[in-house]
């Protein structure tokens, strides 16, 4: 994965934003200096709060993406049997988890060997 893919992308009103909306915009002589860009651009405080939790949405799937590609030499033809019997719970667990959890802030990962997940 390249940096590229690890840049949040959003869009309000048509217009395609990078970064985190709540970022306070420091540009000298700007009308909308020591403001969050949300505000800047008239978003409403529920539109901001869909935007975050879409940011949180991105960094899990990034984390998650991460932790695949640790794992992807278990895919190799020379692995012993075994040992891709040991992975794939986990790595199936990995690709699940946007079904399970939304945010990176409240995620439970997975660890490789464990019976059950995800936790209550």
């Known amino acids: ?13 048509e217009v395609v934003y990078f970064g985190k909306p ?17 505000q800047a651009i008239g978003m409403s405080e529920a539109e901001k709060n869909i ?11 990034v984390e998650r993406d991460h932790r695949l590609q640790e794992t992807d030499w278990v895919s190799g033809e020379d692995v ?16 699940s988890i946007t079904d399970h959890f939304n945010s990176i802030k409240t995620v439970q990962w997975p660890e490789l060997g464990q019976d059950v997940w995800p936790q209550n």
């Open 22 to 38: 709540w970022h306070i915009i420091n540009v000298e002589g700007d009308p909308n200096n020591g403001k969050p860009v949300w």
């Open 51 to 61: 935007a975050v939790a879409d940011f949180y949405l991105f960094k899990l799937r």
């Open 80 to 95: 012993p049997q075994h040992i891709k019997d040991k992975y794939f719970p986990y790595r199936e667990r990995l690709r």
């Open 1 to 13: 994965m390249g940096k590229k893919d690890q840049i949040f992308e959003w869009v309000f009103n």
